[in-house]
């Protein structure tokens, strides 16, 4: 009687997995084609300014996460109507107050970056927080039940006429405002596409109080673990973009694309996989969901190492290849950023399993603590040794950290310490190979 549901699960799983990844990589492919054309029509600073806008508005979306798409996903109700409405109700209020912060702060970020263009571009790109906001949970009940093939497609449909807008606009104008109404039709044509395709409940304004101070009491945890999350993935352009110019930033952000794709396509894929995936493992009793999480677990992990393995080896030439003379100093950013992000993948996916079983208090102090030592290691290696010690000090972040998300892992019953011990071995020998490999390119970057 245990078999057939999970046979049934595992087949959704890799199912899921089949379609987030396979989108991931057409997705990823369309926007490397994009940029490569942009380079040539754009200047290094307009990947500078846009840097900015996504960190501010990317700080927004995080510092106020109320993890709605997360309750959806694990929550006993998350299936329940008046659960569903309250939920996109805070969705969409959230996506309006952000979207006036956003105005608010258009003139203080002009001024502390010292780029003016921000005084117009943030109440521009700021609409794309109200569409946001106004996601149906339909969406987010598709994940619960791992049914996430239009989902996909329709992620692709609208990343693809965003970036025939951008371009079009592009070749026309050879203007940054390109890219800002690129991202404002992406928002458009997805929000457009997921009321009007995806099946399931039509939300309507409404309030439950029950199902509200559920979601408070889960997404207060999960807001302050966005703050620390900022930090985690935004706060590198951040601090960077107080030193660099905008040129310089947008040649790193270049760079960033390129050499952090793997591990973005690994974070798409746990937040969309192992939330229900964790949620199923803990309502087993046979332990046949363990057993094969941890085998998810070892392929997810080692295909992001061999891709930030190759990405370390030709960075360099592949810049030298794709792109001009303008964004040459990218190439051994690229190394640096990959080989930092390989010692990372120890801790990359247990965070999932907290929120899997409601607990976001203790998710939160593990991004916390995981924020707050990396913020230290990149500001303190960068005082040391520039650009490329700040990202030595984002590998030394992952190692320190990690005792404690182990014992997050401990708690929730999914630590694998063979996984861990075995890829950070393995991370080892290609971080070196790389390293003397391109170090002729890397050491200009030294102070």
Known sequence: MTQAPTASFMSRVLRGAAFTSGGFVLGQGMRFASNLILARLLFPEAFGLMALMAMVLTGLTMLSDTGVPQSIMQHKRGDDRDFL???????????????????????????????PELMWILPLGGLSLVMLGAAPTRVFTAQRHLQLGRVMGIELASQAIGILVMVTLAWIYASYWALVAGVLVTGAAKLGMEWALLSGLRNRLAWDRDAGRELLRFGGWIMASSAFG????????????LFLTVEKLGIYNIAYFLA??????????????????????????????????RRLRMVLTGTVMTLLTIMALIGPWLIDFLYDDRYAEAGPIIVMISCAQMLSLIVLTYDQAALARGDSRRFFWVIAIRATVQTLCFVSG????????????????????????????????????????????????????????????IAPLLP
């Not at 650009?387 to 320190?400: D, F, I, N, T, Y």
């Open 85 to 115: 409405n309250t939920a996109w109700t805070l969705n969409l209020c959230r996506g309006v107050v952000l979207w006036l912060i956003a105005c608010a702060l258009a003139w203080p970020m002009a001024w502390v970056y010292d780029a």
């Open 230 to 241: 900022f930090v985690l993935l935004q706060g590198d352009r951040a601090i960077l973009g």
């Open 260 to 293: 952090f794709f793997p591990v973005l396509m690994a974070h798409t894929m746990m937040s969309k996989l192992l939330i229900p995936s964790y949620r199923e493992m803990f309502a087993g009793k046979d332990g046949e969901h363990d057993r094969k999480i």
């Open 382 to 441: 960068a005082a040391l040794a520039g650009l490329p010690g700040a990202l030595l000090g984002q590998a030394v972040a992952s190692v320190l950290v990690y005792p404690a998300v182990a014992r997050l892992a401990r708690h929730t019953g999914v630590w694998d310490k063979r996984h861990d011990a075995l890829f950070a071995a393995a991370a080892l020998l290609p971080i070196a190979g790389a390293l003397s490999l391109h170090w002729p390119k």
